[in-house]
């Protein structure tokens, strides 16, 4: 369905503007009307849901709302062009006044002047207008009235605005949209390799469709595009993890909140960045950077996660059980911002250390809640969640918790057995079986017997298992 978006500014009217609309090829029929809007009347109206074809729209003076009573103009709009707003504004000014009756668009002329400056007209498409002067109606049509190149129009023929005279001009003319433009695009232009963002994607939809692991999309220099340029981007084709799209130089543009010199999406984002000739904006969709670096426990691997098992399901050769940095910048740019000791070598990631529990001795892996980085930077390991229970911490900030070996997020506590006492009743049959010559007597000095082990090799309540998936 097509859409005619109509900036309205009417003023010097009584009553109600009431906007009507007709089929150029069934001019008697009227398809649809507005409800009455009070004068003066300011406002972005859209006409949705039309016929890609030409039709007639109509403004009239209402008494109450409903009943079109004045026309007050006409024009044809070709609902078909798509992405054009029609532009209706009234500019009235008196001749001789010093008053900026056009927030600085336009002033009205002097007395004895015979021209009409109007800046707004001297920078947009003007498709038609109208002049009208209190006593004489509409001037437009005759011939000592000029439009001008220059914007507004001039007297000829000897004409001249005399003192204290009043004017009305009604223009109707093209600008931008009515609506945002994220709804709307030029058509699609396919990313199968990295890009420059410039006319062959501009106003388009963006599909993702890159054959690596990474696609790159650079900008130009912000202040290259237009003030209502725009592109939409979606990733959920394609072979890549993430897309990046970069700015140039020193320039950021908008982000969530923040300003920034690099975006990187991931599968299944969409997003949308507007410019406005000095800065870019960018209108999220998928909220899926809030989600980044989050942890969940679920049945199967979702889009945008990695399985957190220190990379161990990555190749079945034990060297190569890491990921590179290169395939998942998103993830590098969550692991920079950590805070420090969140992240640790390879050496320390795979150091055991000796702990007691129970009196047991025991090795254990401390540091494999972490992100581990290789030497050079170029490889990440994934904590390891495997086989491993989790607990809230208890403390949010830098106080240091004497039972973990490992502080922070991530960080690792050994297991434990609370401290208790097993207690019996004394007396001289302890240690007995039922062979009467079977028997233990505890007396000084003596260590006495271990009872036979009971039990597994761990201690655990009840479960069921989950994998755990980091969002990436």
Same mark, same amino acid.
């Not at 093209?174 to 709804?183: C, E």
């Not at 150091?351 to 972490?370: D, H, I, L, S, Y």
């Not at 390991?381 to 039972?403: C, H, M, Q, W």
């Not at 057995?417 to 240690?431: E, K, M, Q």
């Given at each position: 369905?097509?859409?005619?978006?109509?900036?309205?500014?009417? &003023?010097?009217?009584?009553?109600?503007?009431?906007?009507?609309?007709?089929?150029?090829?069934?001019?008697?029929?009227?398809?649809?009307?507005?409800?009455?809007?009070?004068?003066?009347?300011?406002?972005?109206?859209? !006409?949705?849901?039309?016929?890609?074809?030409?039709?007639?729209?109509? %403004?009239?003076?209402? /008494?109450?709302?409903?009943? @079109?009573?004045?026309? @007050?103009?006409?024009?044809? !709009?070709?609902?078909?062009?798509?992405?054009?707003?029609?532009?209706?504004?009234?500019?009235?000014?008196?001749?001789?006044?010093?008053?900026?009756?056009?927030?600085?668009?336009?002033?009205?002329?002097?007395?004895?002047?015979?021209?009409?400056?109007?800046?707004?007209?001297?920078?947009?498409?003007?498709?038609?207008?109208?002049?009208?002067?209190?006593?004489?109606?509409?001037?437009?049509?005759?011939?000592?009235?000029?439009? &001008?190149?220059?914007?507004?129009?001039?007297?000829?023929?000897?004409?001249?605005?005399?003192?204290?005279?009043?004017?009305?001009?009604?223009?109707?003319?093209?600008?931008?949209?009515?609506?945002?433009?994220?709804?709307?695009?030029?058509?699609?232009?396919?990313?199968?390799?990295?890009?420059?963002?410039?006319?062959?994607?501009?106003?388009?939809?963006?599909?993702?469709? $890159?054959?690596?692991?990474?696609?790159?999309?650079?900008?130009?220099?912000?202040?290259?595009?237009?003030?209502?340029?725009?592109?939409? !981007? @979606?990733?959920?084709?394609?072979?890549?993890?993430?897309?990046?799209?970069?700015?140039?130089?020193?320039?950021?543009?908008?982000?969530?909140?923040?300003?920034?010199?690099?975006?990187?999406?991931?599968?299944?984002?969409? @997003?949308?960045?507007?410019?406005?000739?000095?800065?870019?904006?960018?209108?999220?969709?998928?909220?899926?950077?809030? $989600?980044?670096?989050?942890?969940? $426990?679920?049945?199967?691997?979702?889009?945008?996660?990695?399985? #957190?098992?220190?990379?161990? +399901?990555?190749?079945?050769?034990?060297?190569?059980?890491?990921?590179?940095?290169?395939?998942?910048?998103?993830?590098?740019? %969550?692991?920079?911002?950590?805070?420090?000791?969140?992240?640790?070598?390879?050496?320390?990631?795979?150091?055991?250390?000796?702990?007691?529990?129970?009196?047991?001795?025991?090795?254990?892996?401390?540091?494999?809640?972490? +992100?581990? #980085?290789?030497?050079?930077?170029?490889?990440?390991?994934?904590?390891?969640?495997?086989?491993?229970?989790?607990?809230?911490?208890?403390?949010?900030?830098?106080?240091?918790?004497?039972?973990?070996?490992?502080?922070?997020?991530?960080?690792?506590?050994?297991?434990?057995?609370?401290?208790?006492?097993?207690?019996?009743?004394?007396?001289?049959?302890?240690?007995?079986?039922?062979?009467?010559?079977?028997?233990?007597?505890?007396?000084?000095?003596?260590?006495?017997?271990?009872?036979?082990?009971?039990?597994?090799?761990?201690?655990?309540?009840?479960?069921?298992?989950?994998? /755990?998936? !980091?969002?990436?």
């Amino acid at each position: 369905m097509a859409l005619i978006g109509l900036t309205v500014d009417f &003023s010097g009217y009584s009553g109600f503007l009431v906007i009507a609309w007709r089929k150029a090829s069934s001019p008697t029929v009227i398809q649809g009307q507005s409800d009455g809007i009070p004068f003066p009347a300011d406002l972005t109206y859209p !006409i949705e849901d039309l016929e890609p074809v030409v039709y007639t729209v109509q %403004f009239w003076q209402s /008494a109450n709302g409903v009943t @079109l009573d004045t026309l @007050l103009r006409s024009w044809s !709009i070709d609902a078909a062009i798509g992405g054009g707003q029609s532009n209706v504004r009234r500019f009235d000014f008196i001749v001789g006044s010093s008053e900026d009756v056009g927030d600085g668009v336009h002033l009205a002329p002097n007395d004895q002047d015979t021209s009409y400056r109007n800046d707004l007209l001297a920078s947009t498409e003007v498709l038609d207008y109208t002049v009208n002067k209190q006593g004489f109606g509409d001037l437009s049509e005759r011939t000592q009235i000029t439009k &001008s190149s220059l914007g507004g129009f001039d007297y000829t023929n000897g004409e001249v605005f005399a003192q204290d005279e009043e004017y009305g001009l009604t223009v109707y003319y093209r600008a931008t949209a009515v609506t945002a433009p994220s709804s709307r695009y030029d058509g699609v232009y396919d990313a199968d390799a990295n890009f420059t963002l410039g006319s062959a994607q501009i106003r388009k939809l963006v599909k993702a469709n $890159w054959p690596g692991a990474v696609g790159v999309i650079n900008l130009n220099p912000l202040t290259s595009y237009a003030n209502d340029d725009f592109v939409r !981007i @979606l990733t959920h084709t394609g072979q890549q993890n993430n897309v990046r799209i970069m700015c140039t130089g020193l320039d950021k543009i908008w982000f969530n909140g923040v300003q920034v010199a690099e975006i990187v999406m991931g599968k299944g984002d969409n @997003l949308t960045l507007y410019f406005d000739g000095t800065e870019g904006y960018v209108e999220d969709n998928s909220d899926s950077w809030n $989600w980044i670096g989050t942890v969940r $426990w679920g049945y199967d691997q979702r889009v945008n996660e990695l399985p #957190l098992d220190g990379c161990a +399901f990555v190749s079945n050769t034990p060297a190569l059980q890491e990921l590179s940095v290169a395939d998942y910048p998103r993830l590098k740019s %969550f692991i920079d911002s950590l805070p420090m000791g969140r992240v640790v070598s390879y050496s320390q990631w795979n150091t055991q250390q000796e702990v007691t529990v129970a009196g047991n001795k025991k090795n254990v892996f401390p540091w494999k809640g972490m +992100f581990a #980085l290789s030497a050079d930077g170029t490889k990440v390991k994934l904590p390891d969640f495997r086989n491993i229970s989790v607990r809230t911490l208890r403390f949010y900030d830098a106080t240091e918790d004497g039972e973990r070996l490992v502080q922070g997020a991530g960080g690792f506590q050994p297991e434990d057995i609370i401290g208790h006492i097993h207690g019996y009743n004394p007396g001289d049959r302890i240690g007995e079986s039922d062979n009467a010559n079977d028997r233990d007597v505890m007396v000084p000095g003596n260590t006495g017997k271990d009872t036979n082990r009971t039990g597994g090799t761990e201690t655990r309540t009840a479960n069921y298992g989950l994998p /755990a998936y !980091i969002k990436i």
